[in-house]
T-cell receptor, first 115, second 108 residues
Framework: DAGVIQSPRHEVTEMGQEVTLRCKPISGHNSLFWYRQTMMRGLELLIYFNNNVPIDDSGMPEDRFSAKMPNASFSTLKIQPSEPRDSAVYFC?????????????FGDGTRLSIL | GQSLEQPSEVTAVEGAIVQINCTYQ??????LSWYQQHDGGAPTFLSY????GLEETGRFSSFLSRSDSYGYLLLQELQMKDSASYFCAVPYTDKLIFGTGTRLQVFP
C-alpha cells in the first residue's frame, strides 16, 4: 500500500522566493495534517483538514503561510515570501478520520532550507 | 492547554530493558499515543492506550495510568535499531499534541 507521499524531499532556495510543498494522503483517509519540525520547537501542528475542509489553522505562524486541499488526494503548503527562519522539516500526515485515537501516518517529509 | 513531559535522553545497552516516561496535563483525556522517529525519518505510530493498564505489542509495551496522568513506553530486548526518538502524544479536540521527545541511544 502506498503511504503518504510528499514532494519535494529536499528544497533549497533563497529567501524571498515562493515555496510550495505537496502532499498526497493515503487513499480513503479523511483527515490531513501539516506539521513543522525543528530542533528548537519540536513537532508543531500547522493546520489540519477534515474532508478537504480546513478545521484548525491556529498553528500557521504567519500570513506568509497558506495551505489548500482542493480534493481528497492532494494538499499544498505554500510559503510566500520565504525566510531563513522557515528552514525546517515539514511533514504531512493523514488518518482515517478526525477521532484522535486514529493513528496518523506520516510522509517522509520535505527538508526545506532557506538561504 | 495541553502539556507533556518526557526525559530528553535515555541510554541503554543491547538486550536491556528501558522505560520512557510521559506525564501529561490535559483538559479532557482521550488516550495516550506513542510514536517512533529514526534520525532523518518520519514519525511512525507505535501504540495507543485509552484505558488504564499495559498493552503489549511484541518487544514494545505501553502503560497508562489515568489517575496519575502518567504513561510509559517499555522496550525489551533492546536492539541497535531501536535507537530513535520516541514521542508521546495526547489528543486535543481533533488533533494530537506531541511531547518534545525522548532520544534513545542503544549501545553495543
Amino acid at each position: 500500500d502506498a503511504g503518504v507521499i510528499q514532494s519535494p524531499r529536499h528544497e533549497v532556495t533563497e529567501m524571498g522566493q515562493e515555496v510550495t510543498l505537496r502532499c498526497k494522503p493515503i487513499s480513503g483517509h479523511n483527515s490531513l495534517f501539516w506539521y513543522r519540525q525543528t530542533m528548537m520547537r519540536g513537532l508543531e501542528l500547522l493546520i489540519y483538514f477534515n474532508n478537504n475542509v480546513p478545521i484548525d489553522d491556529s498553528g500557521m505562524p504567519e500570513d506568509r503561510f497558506s495551505a489548500k486541499m482542493p480534493n481528497a488526494s492532494f494538499s499544498t503548503l505554500k510559503i510566500q515570501p520565504s525566510e531563513p527562519r522557515d528552514s525546517a522539516v515539514y511533514f504531512c500526515a493523514s488518518s482515517l478520520g478526525p477521532n484522535s485515537n486514529q493513528p496518523q501516518h506520516f510522509g517522509d517529509g520535505t527538508r526545506l532550507s532557506i538561504l | 492547554g495541553q502539556s507533556l513531559e518526557q526525559p530528553s535522553e535515555v541510554t541503554a545497552v543491547e538486550g536491556a530493558i528501558v522505560q520512557i516516561n510521559c506525564t501529561y496535563q490535559t483538559s479532557g483525556f482521550y488516550g495516550l499515543s506513542w510514536y517512533q522517529q529514526h534520525d532523518g525519518g518520519a514519525p511512525t505510530f507505535l501504540s495507543y492506550n485509552a484505558l488504564d493498564g499495559l498493552e503489549e505489542t511484541g518487544r514494545f509495551s505501553s502503560f497508562l495510568s489515568r489517575s496519575d496522568s502518567y504513561g510509559y513506553l517499555l522496550l525489551q530486548e533492546l536492539q541497535m535499531k531501536d535507537s530513535a526518538s520516541y514521542f508521546c502524544a495526547v489528543p486535543y479536540t481533533d488533533k494530537l499534541i506531541f511531547g518534545t521527545g525522548t532520544r534513545l541511544q542503544v549501545f553495543p
